[in-house]
Nanobody
Framework: QNVESGGGLVQPGGSLRLSCAVSGISLHSVGIGWFRQAPGKEREGVSC???????HYTDNVKGRFTISRDNAKNTVYLRMNSLKPEDTAVYYC???????????????WGQGTLVTVSS
């Protein structure tokens, strides 16, 4: 099970870096996606990094979020800049099945990490 960390309370315009410690599988073998679920909304994909290192972002975070990975630590990161109140959500990471941009998962989720953007 993957373990997410790094969330917290940040002011609008601020930054955070989330971490996803991946267990049981190599990052060279699977794509990892970051997802989020805001209160009262469905979970949505926001970014993904494929097994080959190709990255994908949804339009609402493109230019503000950066996904990266450390193969030695088997960890995927999500750097979030210029945060907005609408970025407030619980953020999750999960292996992605198929192409990264499809954000299809096996629907096995960790506890996530809460990001709150508020002044």
């Amino acid at each position: 099970q993957n373990v997410e960390s790094g969330g917290g309370l940040v002011q609008p315009g601020g930054s955070l870096r989330l971490s996803c410690a991946v267990s049981g599988i190599s990052l060279h073998s699977v794509g990892i996606g970051w997802f989020r679920q805001a209160p009262g909304k469905e979970r949505e994909g926001v970014s993904c990094i494929s097994s080959s290192g190709t990255t994908h972002y949804t339009d609402n975070v493109k230019g503000r979020f950066t996904i990266s990975r450390d193969n030695a630590k088997n960890t995927v990161y999500l750097r979030m800049n210029s945060l907005k109140p609408e970025d407030t959500a619980v953020y999750y990471c999960a292996p992605v099945v198929g192409i990264c941009s499809g954000f299809e998962t096996l629907d096995a989720w960790g506890q996530g990490t809460l990001v709150t953007v508020s002044s």
